[in-house]
């Protein structure tokens, strides 16, 4: 498939959005990164995933109490995912590109390669988001039918049924088999992999080799492989269906839309600020935990339009956002309660298994 090309325009609608969020951040004085807000939230977390962690494997402590620890264990996975990863992966978390760079590499610690991770969320799938057969976040044939464009099977009828159950073996999935996927055949889906140097390639695996020593040899050596199973097979099966609900619901839900791109030019209708906005959308937003913890990622149109604005500046911007589409006559996608949003994620996977 070749890579679509957006639309031009005269006046495009992203240039007037980042003249009102330049001016929104040149008249508060404030700094488009994450802050002293973001370092002591991160700092919080990963503490407490070090705390979570030296509990469950130097303490051992009781069967019921261990279970709790490896499900917060997961959860807190997923949450330095969302807040750390996530910003220093898009360059947003700090003025400095190095501790950018220390942030991303969080998602090494929890089994995510960030070298692939950029090349497979900045680049492809922020640019050509919900575009079949580019963007890898909705891809999961044979199992799950993302889209329209996608070969349905038999199966795909009780989907809506039966996806939390490759959701929940997402993190799994991801540290044992899709990094290496990627690497050696050099792709995500069907986009080439940016070129790994020599560094590139030893950080890729000594980051591995890291991993599952923190993961899984050690616990097995301290709990042994029955004890060390049952806590790991708990917490991957939080990390994994948290992980993957949350970027589900922003994209996959029954008022988004998948574009196709022309057959014969490769061209799409629109261009790339209302593709965003037309393949996104928002959930929870006056919820202030769920946005604590997911990392504004509620908020995911304001991310995809201004991916390098921390998240800590999103329900701000979303009003500026919001007010902007109101006036140009754009369809601002967003499902006031999380609740709402599943339910749609649900509805939409049942449409694409009858449809």
């Not at 279970?67 to 910003?87: E, K, Q, S, Y």
Request: glycine content about 6%.
């Amino acid at each position: 498939m070749q890579t679509p090309k957006f639309a031009h325009v005269k006046k495009p609608f992203h240039v007037e959005l980042k003249n009102r969020i330049n001016q929104y951040f040149a008249s508060s004085g404030k700094e488009q990164t994450g802050g002293y807000r973001l370092f002591w939230k991160a700092t919080f977390l990963v503490l407490a995933l070090t705390y979570t962690y030296i509990q469950l494997v130097f303490f051992t402590p009781g069967v019921l109490v261990s279970i709790l620890l490896c499900i917060l264990l997961g959860l807190l996975t997923a949450a330095i995912g969302f807040n750390v990863m996530h910003d220093g992966g898009h360059g947003s978390f700090s003025n400095s590109k190095l501790v950018n760079k220390g942030a991303a590499i969080t998602a090494e610690f929890l089994g995510a390669s960030h070298f692939i991770w950029n090349v497979k969320h900045n680049i492809i799938h922020h640019a050509y988001t919900n575009i079949d057969g580019i963007d890898d976040d909705i891809d999961a044939k044979p199992f799950l039918r993302m889209a329209s464009t996608q070969k349905k099977y038999k199966m795909h009828r009780y989907q809506h049924w039966y996806f939390w159950m490759f959701y929940a073996i997402l993190h799994l999935y991801w540290s044992t088999v899709s990094d290496y996927k990627k690497y050696f055949s050099g792709k995500v889906g069907e986009m080439p992999l940016k070129k790994m140097d020599v560094a590139d390639h030893i950080s890729f695996w000594a980051f591995k080799l890291v991993h599952y020593s923190i993961f899984i040899i050690i616990p097995i050596v301290k709990l042994g492989f029955v004890n060390w199973l049952i806590g790991y097979s708990v917490f991957t099966v939080v990390a994994g269906f948290v992980l993957s609900i949350v970027f589900q619901l922003a994209h996959t839900v029954e008022h988004t839309e998948f574009p196709i791109p022309d057959g014969n030019t490769g061209k799409l209708e629109d261009e790339w600020a209302i593709h965003q906005l037309k393949t996104t959308a928002n959930f929870a937003t006056k919820n202030r935990f769920i946005s604590w913890f997911v990392g504004g990622l509620n908020f995911q149109i304001e991310h995809h339009l201004f991916p390098k604005i921390s998240h800590i500046h999103y329900p701000a911007i979303s009003k500026i956002i919001k007010q902007a589409c109101q006036e140009y006559g754009i369809v601002y996608v967003e499902y006031p309660r999380m609740h709402q949003a599943v339910f749609s994620h649900i509805a939409f996977l049942r449409q694409m298994g009858r449809a």
